[in-house]
């Protein structure tokens, strides 16, 4: 297991927050920014009871228990790419303060001075609601622009909804990796997003993994080609809830599929539905407010990883099986759903 002694700490810049050039040096130096307690601990509370309470009428959670703790009923678990992951992920989705929490003043106002601009949260935020000991899927080694695109400079800002100690398999970075300055090579991997880098064929990045035992409010920011992981949630029976929205410059371009709600590609999810429940609120449809131009998805990246898949499924890789067989069940029309359908068959 992983623990404090084996990774280096994360450098803290609480006490430079006001220095922007020093905000603007250590972003351009090391890959990442990180602050202790940058958001509002009671808001994140009152918004985690919130989203777990959700999480626990979906089943996820151990029935009678306080749904702030977040215990964990395996018998439930899934993730990512399941259908019954985004039945429930979407009922959190609906959650007003959870896309509102992405709009505080605290993180724009970094934001804004590390950037020298305007800043605008991308429509699409993301929550991530781990399962304990489910550790096959937890997120590989990537650069967010993989997913994400648009620019290289927007800035991901990961949160943990509660504690995250190592255990809880918080995010960790490789300082200085965004100096690659350059898209990796992405490879099939069963973890969250389906893609990973091998620091191994990069010998210029294969540095030091750094992570911290994160406490309510505590955010990390980084570039799109910073390389990060997420550590493995170990626990006995917790889950790990976290937030990681994207920021781009007012203006700048948006890739089409960050103007949709989170995995609404894999069930159906509208802006509408979102809202149906809001008490008012100025952030619905902000975006239409900007002249934003719009790039269509680049869907080289995840292609490239199904093609891997599909190979290492013929030689009886599990993890590329178990891949193939949530495509084929999740959507069995699509092209990819149908050639996945078909080399299952095949082994079967
Ligand atoms: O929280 C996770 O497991 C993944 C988060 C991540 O990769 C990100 O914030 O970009
Ligand atoms: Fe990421």
Redesign the pocket.
Known sequence: MATTETLPELTVSNDVRNDIEELRRRLNEDGYLFFRRLLDPDSLLKMRREMLTIMQAGGWLVAGTDPIDGIADPETRCTEGDLGYTDVYHEVYKLQSFHEIAHGPEIMSVLEDVRGCPMMPQPQK?A?L?FPKFTAH??PI?Q?FV??QGTFDNL???SPVGDCPIEL???AVLPGSHKVARVLDHHFSLG??SLLVEPSEYPEIDSEWHSTNYEVGDT?I?PALTV???LPNVTEDRL?V?L?N?YQRVGDPIAEHMLNPHLSSMSPLSWDEVYAGWNGGSTQYYWKQFDTPVLPKITEYLDKGFDEAVDLAKTGNEHAKLHLSRIAIRDPESDQGSRAAAVLATLN
């Open positions: 993301v991530r781990w937890t997120t990537h967010d997913h994400f991901t800002c990961w398999g918080g995010l969250a997003g990390l980084f990060h992981k997420a790990r976290s990681d994207r």
